[in-house]
């Protein structure tokens, strides 16, 4: 089968897989996604239907990172992500990528190591409640401040983020330059709406731990960051108090 372009009219089948997988993308992620990296979204049709998708996004001062790996139920087992993967990885070394990132589930640990990548370190998945009253939100999400913050070569030092999410919303990406400033900006969102909330942190981050647990939010799920190529600059990450999420970094 061949690997061909994402596009535009693929958005509802793809949000069906990720839906499918139980993940928090919405069709606004996905066409966002497009939007990022027109070139190198990458698709698998099966009996004429959308099989199988991976995406690689190329931001400023920042590895590649690739997301979205996702099989339908119907047809997994079958080596359409190790197809899709291979395909990814080969586009990036045409072009002298030098080094690529994801974040792993479990399931996908063992394709991501016969691909030569190995382990970073654990990104881990926490959900909580805002503080809003119910049924309140927060105003709608700006993804074009998302897409300028991962394609901006020098991120501002104090930013926070968020968007809409298909079971909950999504906080992050935050940076901040001291932890009194995250408490302040994270409070302050969560104060908007009841939730629920998603926040995506590096456990290394003891601050940004430490904050996620006065604020009531708890671990749900941990995936395992992993590195093909040259471990690289990521800058000082005790300044990341969330992630943009597991399809970004």
Known sequence: MPVRLLNGADVPQAAGLSTAAGWNQTEEDWRMMLDLAPDSCFALDCGGMLAATATLTRCAGRPAWIGMVLTSPAWRRRGLARQLMEHTLAWADARSIATVKLDATDQGQP???????????????????????????????????????????HPPADVLLWRDGRLASYLGPCRARTPERAREQI??????????????????????????????????????????GPAGEDGDLSSTYAIAGFEFG
């Open 111 to 153: 394709l991501y190591r016969g691909l030569g990548f190995v382990p970073e370190q654990p990104v881990e998945r926490w959900r909580g409640q805002g503080t809003g009253r119910p049924g309140t939100s927060v105003s709608p999400a700006d993804r074009a401040a998302l897409k300028q913050f991962l394609t901006c070569g």
């Open 187 to 228: 409070t302050t969102l969560l104060a908007r709406s009841a939730g629920p909330w998603f926040w995506d942190l590096l456990p290394g981050n003891a601050d940004a731990v430490q904050l996620a647990r006065d604020l009531g939010f708890r671990p749900e799920r941990r995936l395992l960051r992993m590195r093909r």
